[in-house]
């Protein structure tokens, strides 16, 4: 009795998936650093060190540069 012959073997695409797994890293990223900024100002507030309306740095940082233009000079 002889084997029956080999069905070849397929490899899945997985570049698309791949491309999904790095948008999600780069997201979650993204949102840490959001959360890390959330944590100081809230530690900030809650030592009195600052006030709502005052921002820190890391808020300054996620505004966009003409946003901050406008805002001083529109």
């Known amino acids: 009795m002889t084997a029956p012959p080999?069905?070849?073997?397929?490899?899945?695409?997985?570049?698309?998936?791949?491309a999904v797994v790095e948008r999600q890293a780069e997201e979650i990223a993204r949102l840490?650093?959001?959360?890390?900024?959330?944590?100081?100002?809230?530690r900030l507030l809650?030592?009195?060190?600052?006030?709502?309306?005052?921002?820190?740095?890391a808020d300054r940082a996620s505004v966009s540069w003409w946003r901050r233009w406008w805002e001083r000079w529109g």
Do not use: K, Y
């Not at 080999?6 to 791949?18: E, K, T």
């Not at 809650?46 to 740095?57: A, D, L, R």
């Open 46 to 57: 809650g030592s009195g060190q600052m006030t709502s309306q005052e921002e820190t740095p």
């Open 32 to 42: 840490n650093r959001e959360l890390g900024a959330a944590h100081e100002r809230l």
């Open 6 to 18: 080999a069905l070849p073997v397929r490899v899945p695409d997985i570049a698309p998936l791949v």
